[in-house]
């Protein structure tokens, strides 16, 4: 099988693969602050019987200390992630708090074709646009105790300026809004790191219970933007 180019070296290749019975996406979304990266950190070190496959999304923001290119994101100049988004590449691309976030489609059909649950945090905006495409996707939105709370966890990271912060906090309060889009809300609460993800690992378990046979499609795109197999 053909594998992806995530150097920025140039375009990536996509395999032609089915998604097997059962593998599931999971997208795991809520605004900046409500400790995403840290549930996913902590869905990492738990084994599970089926495998999890946790993708790696494309961002043309600036690395923060201790993020590492190709873990955490695959960190692009704005002209690569721009030539990847024209050949089609990306499953969605979405611009958030002025940067741009991407999501690589040949990550996710070589993970759903191996039977893997795919793993993807994104933010509200792509989650939809995920949603849309690709309709069995399973949604889980992450929401905080309260909204003070996730204030106080945007200006505890102390990772944005002033004016930066202010826009994450105003945007946060229009994404709580939209968490009746998804299918399962999961409140974490302060301190119940644990509790989180045994929530969402029983979500998971619950769906494939419900869906064996389910097939999750995610279809690869030429450049002009139509459907190949």
């Not at 998604?19 to 990266?37: F, H, N, Q």
């Not at 100049?77 to 489609?105: K, Q």
């Amino acid at each position: 099988m053909t594998e992806p180019r995530l150097d920025g070296a140039g375009p990536m290749r996509l395999p032609s693969s089915d998604p097997a019975p059962g593998a599931l996406l999971v997208i795991i979304s809520g605004p900046s602050g409500v400790g995403k990266d840290t549930i996913i950190d902590a869905l990492r070190r738990r084994r599970h019987d089926r495998d999890y496959h946790y993708v790696v999304t494309c961002t043309t923001r600036s690395m923060r200390p201790g993020e590492v290119d190709g873990v955490d994101y695959h960190f692009l100049d704005r002209v690569t992630f721009d030539s990847w988004r024209e050949a089609g590449e990306l499953l969605e691309a979405n611009e958030v708090h002025g940067n741009w976030y991407g999501t690589p489609r040949a990550q996710l059909r070589e993970a759903l074709a191996a039977g893997k649950d795919v793993i993807l945090k994104i933010d509200v905006q792509g989650a939809q646009v995920v949603k849309e495409k690709i309709p069995d996707a399973l949604l889980i939105f992450i929401v905080p105790p309260s909204l003070e709370d996730l204030f106080h966890r945007l200006r505890s990271r102390a990772t944005e300026t002033a004016d930066q912060l202010e826009i994450r906090q105003r945007n946060a309060a229009i994404e709580l809004a939209r968490q009746h889009d998804y299918d399962y809300v999961v409140t974490n609460e302060t301190g119940q790191l644990e509790r989180t993800v045994d929530t969402i690992d029983e979500i998971i378990g619950r769906e494939h219970a419900l869906h064996p046979d389910r097939r999750v499609e995610v279809y690869s795109r030429s450049p002009d933007g139509s459907p190949t197999a």
